[in-house]
């Protein structure tokens, strides 16, 4: 699912209103995007525990924020930047070749 405009508007939104984009550099919105991902971790960190849906909710949302405020600090489009990521990921994993397969690309390249 996409985000909406409307969502991305509120973020940032969120963000102006705070003064907070001259804290938003690209270090630091990586630093916070890895923090948020390792919460979101730290939700799995006993597999033996019932996972909360809930604050994997809670967690990924900060992840995915993080993300788009990144993507913003250096104008990038998520769709484009996605799809180029995804034409070089078909590229290396072909499915006929991978399917089913936890394999590293260069693991069954050339077998």
Do not use: C
């Not at 405009?5 to 003064?19: A, G, Q, S, V």
């Not at 993080?66 to 990921?89: G, H, T």
């Amino acid at each position: 699912m996409p985000i909406n405009e409307k969502t991305y508007k509120r973020l940032m939104k969120f963000r102006d209103d705070r003064d907070w984009s001259q804290f938003h550099t690209g270090e630091n919105l990586a630093k916070s995007l890895m923090i948020e991902a390792g919460e979101l971790l730290e939700v799995f960190q006993y597999s033996d525990k019932e996972t909360s849906v809930e604050k994997v909710k809670e967690e990924l949302a900060d992840v995915l924020m993080y993300s788009m405020l990144l993507a913003d600090r250096y104008n990038l489009d998520l769709d484009e930047i996605i799809n180029k990521k995804m034409d070089s990921n078909e590229k290396k994993y072909p499915a006929d070749k991978v399917r089913g397969s936890s394999k590293k690309y260069d693991e069954y390249k050339n077998k």
